[in-house]
């Protein structure tokens, strides 16, 4: 019976938040009004269901003429609680970021930013202009990037709100552009993914810009995840859906929730059903470098933090739950890149390595895939050098859609020997009986216990990187 009264609790939190979201997002309001908890949204008995705080939400306004210098120790503009900060932000030694950041944890996690592509070198300057646009500009005056967009209206300020979002307002009050509708890699409570939006997963942990995985809420109703064919943004292999037809927009609301309505408010997938207590913890939904959603929290203090680490903290049903066995497109290099194979680890992240006889194009980043460390078969003459090679065995792995040759009903020691004498053949694949021979590159590696195949790697007795013979070792 519990149960049954919990899950009717939540069907009344999931159906009625879409609104109190809204109500609080879709910039109806002025600025500078405080809009509290309870706008537009439904009786004071909704309200005991959700886990945070009821107070008003105040503005601190940007006025004309405000500017910041990166790198010249100016203040960001932060909300007025100070959790968010909206400033310069230098990533390594290669330039600036202008972003949005957490702005009370050591880490400044940064949540937005303007100009992933392309950071702005020292002494650039973003300055909301008397005719009010919000203008980053390199050092030397060039234009970087520009909000609204010319030909519009001016803004009469700007301000950093509480929830995240930076927004420029008109004379009226009424929000002209707001960070909230041109999202990167992440998604803030009260933040609402619409119709054509996407999120782009950065390159890698600290290299911002776009790199190989989107999130898109399509025109034709399906939430999407997608490799990208990079450097492109462009979509490349679906690796998680919805399967919707009629979503409408995407809802992350105050009480931690996020799920896919349609357009009269009917909830059609939940993506996450973790409660958190916002009045405790931060909170935020990435897409990840390794192209997976997740959903992390972080103590506002540590008193608050209720046994919570102090730093951020994975929740859990996360999406896709395994993207190693996710991905296996015939086209792109997978999770991993190229002749690399990706695992899950007992920390439920994917890691990349490479088989026998390969090595990592990039040593600082592995997605890049694997190179071999050692001279291909000679085809002209290959049965002259099956002595130079041989197989070294690999459990549970699979490197889906690069057979260009098929047995069956035959055993593993011919399958091994086929392929040894085959100098197109890296690989084969055996399982109960049949024998499946791959050549580079090869895509989609993987490692997972429910893989049944054995792969038989095909790698020289000479390894380039020491010249070594390991027959003579």
Sequence with gaps: MASSSFDLIFLVVMLLSPFMAV?????????????????????????????FSTDGQAYKNVSLGSSLTAASGDIPWTSPS??????????????????????????RTIVWSANRNKLAPRGSTVQ?????????????????????ELGGSGAAYGAMLDTGNFVLAGQAGANLWQSFDEPTDTLLPTQNLKSGAQLIAPYLEKNYSDGRFMLILQGDGNLV?????????????????????????LIFNQ????????????????VFSNSVPLQDLYLRATIDYDGVFRQYVYPKTASRGKGWAMAWTTLPNFVPPNICMAINNGVGSGACGLNSYCKLGDDQRPSCSCPPGYTFSDQDDERKGCKKIFISQDCDHPSQEIDSFEIRDMLNTDFPRTDYDFFGSVDEDWCRQSCLSDCYCDVAIFNAGRCYKKRGPLLNGV??????????????????????????R
Aim: with cysteine; charged share 15%; hydrophobic share 35%.
């Design 82 to 107: 100070g959790d968010f900060a909206f400033g310069f932000q230098q990533v390594g030694d290669t330039g600036y970021l202008l972003a949005i950041w957490f702005n009370k944890i050591p880490e």
């Design 447 to 472: 490692i997972d216990p429910s893989i049944g195949d054995k792969a038989l790697m095909k790698e020289s007795t000479c390894s380039l990187l020491d010249g070594t013979d390991k027959n003579k």
């Design 128 to 148: 909301l202009t008397a005719d009010g646009l919000l203008v980053l500009n390199d050092q030397s005056g060039r234009r970087i990037w520009t909000k609204p």
């Design 225 to 249: 995840m997608y490799t990208t064919s990079y450097p492109l943004n462009t979509s490349n292999f679906a690796y998680w859906s919805t399967q919707s037809s009629i979503g409408y927009q």
């Design 23 to 51: 109500a609080q997002t879709n910039g109806s309001g002025p600025v500078g009004a405080s809009i509290t908890a309870t706008d537009d949204s439904p009786s004071c008995g909704f309200l005991l269901l959700l886990p």
């Design 255 to 270: 009480s931690g929730y996020m799920y896919l309505v349609a357009s009269n408010g009917t909830i059609l997938n939940r």
